[in-house]
């Protein structure tokens, strides 16, 4: 499915807000556009109408005295009515004459010594005619002001009509729009849960950010300025067209030829404009993640004072984001108001050769139609413009929707909703093969068995595989290889959410999030009490520490836990894990970052907490595991050696050379 029909599918769970708003808007078009042919009957039948033939009357309604005689207007004889001899009013200049006969030609008019003289080529008649005074005027336009009011009363209507549907119509499409943004930012929020972790390794943060944020506000502008712009104008242009065929077919044809040049300018602009928005929007989607991180690494940057380079990096993001910026901005400089000045000239050259044209052949042009097709030609352009300067924004809005969208496509897991019973921990790996990449094993034929209860320990070098085996238990990852067994099912059969509602994971930098304490032990589940809070808190000796702070278990907590120490954050950590109950409790370097003083505070509350729990500890200080019932010892991703602490220094083997050496480093830091 395309970009434009994923976009369309997302307008249509708000379907009807959105063919209200349109209806609105097609009234209020509607209302609008009748004005100028409101103004055109004014002009014609009752301002210059007053030029229309007259004819002597009896005394009634609509008839006119004027020396000793009555006067009525053609069409207002009622059907049948006797109508006596025909007379004129004709304006010459800023002044009206009284012709007591008929008129029996139309051109160029003039007066001299009381003889109206009217022209038009060789041919030529005059006539006897009386100058009118103003009040005499006012007497003839008499009949005509309660309709002018009427009618002017109506045009005002119109637009006091049109102005509150244009505002229903605007606020419904509006919050249609911000409908439809909301969901799907819900829609790449929700998704972005469900995406492995092998997806975040390959994108930095500051990229997967700008898709939900600025990416999905391009495509809510799409939704809000764009589409808005583009449905009103095309409604408007054709209630403007419908107008001009009523007016006047000929010309309105030939003003149909500024629809296929607005397509193929279009399709033109679309055709560069979409190359330099994928740049502009992947280029903006860089300096996010630069910038997100550079402040996360702004220690580091400062320590080793790498500013300079780091403001020079961002520099060169930044010039060539101006640089693509200024292509685009040159481009909608040239196809957006050059265009359409262009078009409003042609089409005014058009207007005044087709009414000079008709004048000069003689046919007579109504003020009126001439006043309404210029109104009309005036309006036409102003939806074009809009619609030309959207076009910029609808380019940018496409390829922030293909960027969300190649998101959404990227394939998730999907959150299991059951419920899963609280499994022993019996943990085997039978012959497992594992690489982040293909065909490059970082794990190979790894096999051992972990019983209920058991404290399992995995030592080694740096990058020897230990993390990767807590990895692939909580499935982080999948095997290539072999399998996984927790109490003799496949985790490979399980849903991953409840695989992992029975594990509990302590990382050596633990991550908290902004909230509070009892927040952060509990991530807001509502299973979790508050008493079971307080408790895992003081289960891991957290109690008197809490104390100190003046709100105690419910003390603030900002970004990252920035406020806390190490040791104070790893307390929250090993609280969060406990809080869940797990059957399979994980340490990864859980006790790296702690004073020794806490770190016997958490080993006397783990001796109580590891009964009837599997547990994995992956630690370099040796110390630590010596009372666990399994050592596993792995050296480029494979079990060397295996066994209890006194059976691996009996060994005399990798084991025993690591833990001779800490222990020669310790020394060495004590005597010095």
Same mark, same amino acid.
């Given at each position: ?21 349109l ?8 209302a ?14 009752? #301002? ?5 033939? &007259?004819?002597?009357? +009896? ?10 005689? &009555? ?6 004889f009622?059907?049948?009515?006797e ?26 008019r ?33 009949p005509?002001?309660d309709?002018?009011?009427s ?18 119509q605007?606020?419904?499409l509006?919050?249609?729009a ?6 799907m ?44 712009t583009?449905?009103t ?7 403007i067209?419908i ?16 629809l296929?040049?607005l397509?193929? &300018?279009?399709?033109v ?30 220690t580091?940057?400062q ?8 403001e020079?990096?961002?520099?060169e ?12 901005? +040159? ?22 050769w ?56 990227e ?21 497992v093969?594992f690489g ?22 995995l ?7 230990k993390?990767? #085996?807590?990895?692939l238990?909580f ?12 109490d ?14 029975h ?12 909230g509070? #304490?009892a ?8 299973r979790?009490?508050r008493?079971?809070?307080e ?9 008197? &520490? ?24 790893q ?27 806490t ?6 509350a ?8 599997t547990t ?8 630590t595991?010596?009372n ?43 005597v010095?």
């Open positions: 499915m395309n970009v434009g029909k994923r976009l369309f599918a997302y307008a249509l769970h708000y379907k009807n807000m959105m063919v209200f708003a209806c609105m808007l097609a009234v209020s078009v509607a609008e556009l009748t004005g100028p042919l409101i103004a055109k009957r004014v002009i014609d039948q009752h #301002i210059l109408g007053i030029e229309s033939p &007259w004819h002597e009357a +009896s005394k009634g309604n609509n008839a006119v005295f004027y020396q000793g005689k &009555w006067y009525k207007r053609e069409r207002d009622a059907q049948g009515e109508k006596g001899k025909e007379v004129r009013i004709l304006q010459v200049g800023r002044h009206y004459y009284f012709v007591d006969r008929a008129v029996a030609l139309d051109g160029n003039s007066v001299q010594d009381g003889v109206l003289t009217i022209r038009r080529g060789d041919e030529s008649v005059s006539y006897p005619a009386k100058k009118l005074s103003v009040r005499e005027l006012m007497r003839f336009y008499e005509d002001i309709r002018i009011v009618l002017l009363g109506l045009y005002m209507a119109l637009l006091v009509a049109a102005t509150a549907f244009q505002y229903g605007h606020y419904y509006q919050m249609a911000n409908r439809i943004i909301q969901k930012r819900k829609d790449v929020f929700a998704h972005i849960q469900r995406l492995p972790i092998r997806y975040f390794d390959r994108l930095p943060a500051g990229k997967i950010v700008a898709r939900v944020t600025n990416d999905t506000e391009a495509v809510r502008e799409l939704y809000v300025t764009v589409l808005a583009f449905f104008s095309c409604i408007y242009i054709t209630g067209f107008a001009l065929f009523l007016l006047d077919v000929r010309l309105a044809a030939v003003c149909l030829l500024l296929p040049i397509a193929v &300018w279009m399709k602009y679309r055709k560069y404009a979409s190359k330099y928005n994928q740049i502009i929007r992947s280029r903006l989607s860089d300096i996010h993640a630069m910038i997100n991180e550079s402040i996360q690494g702004m580091i940057i320590a080793f004072r790498r500013q300079k380079e780091t020079r990096e961002f520099d993001l930044n010039q060539d984001y101006f640089t693509y910026q200024n292509k685009l901005l +040159s481009l909608n400089a040239l196809t957006s108001h050059n265009l359409v000045g262009v078009l409003r000239n042609v089409a005014f050259v058009a207007l005044i087709h009414f000079g044209g008709g004048s000069l052949s003689g046919q007579a042009i109504s003020m009126g139609v001439l006043y309404a097709f210029v109104d009309y030609l005036t309006r036409l352009f102003q939806p074009v413009t809009e619609m030309m300067n959207q076009l910029a924004n609808l380019e940018q809005s496409l390829v922030a929707a293909q960027r969300v969208f190649a998101l959404l496509d394939p998730g897991d999907e959150v299991y909703e059951g419920d899963m019973p609280r499994y022993k921990g019996n943990v085997v790996f039978e012959n093969y982040y990449k293909d065909g490059e094993y970082v794990l190979k034929n790894i096999s051992f068995t972990a019983k209920q209860g058991e404290t399992v320990a030592v080694g070098h740096t990058g020897s595989g993390s990767s #085996i807590m990895n238990l499935r982080f990852y999948d095997i290539q290889k072999g399998r996984i067994l927790i003799g099912v496949d985790i490979q059969t399980m849903p991953k959410q409840m695989l992992r509602k594990m509990g994971i302590v990382l050596q930098d633990p991550f908290l999030f902004t509070t #304490i927040s952060n032990v509990s991530l807001q589940d509502p979790i009490t008493s079971t809070i408790k895992a808190l003081r289960d891991i000796g957290a109690e008197q &520490w809490l104390k100190s702070l003046p709100n105690g278990f419910d003390e603030p907590v900002i970004e990252k836990g920035s406020t806390l120490s190490s040791g104070q954050r307390l929250i950590s090993f609280a969060r894990a406990l809080a869940f109950d797990p059957a399979i409790l994980v340490l990864d370097e859980a006790t790296a970052n702690i004073d020794t003083e770190e016997a505070v958490i080993q006397q783990l001796d109580v907490l590891k009964q009837g729990r994995f500890i992956i630690a370099h200080r040796l110390s595991i010596r666990a019932d399994q050592i596993l010892v792995l050296d480029r991703g494979t079990i060397v050696e295996r066994g209890t602490h006194d059976e691996l220094m009996n060994k005399k083997g990798k084991y025993y050379q690591m833990y001779q050496l800490q222990q020669g480093e310790k020394n060495a830091i004590k010095g």
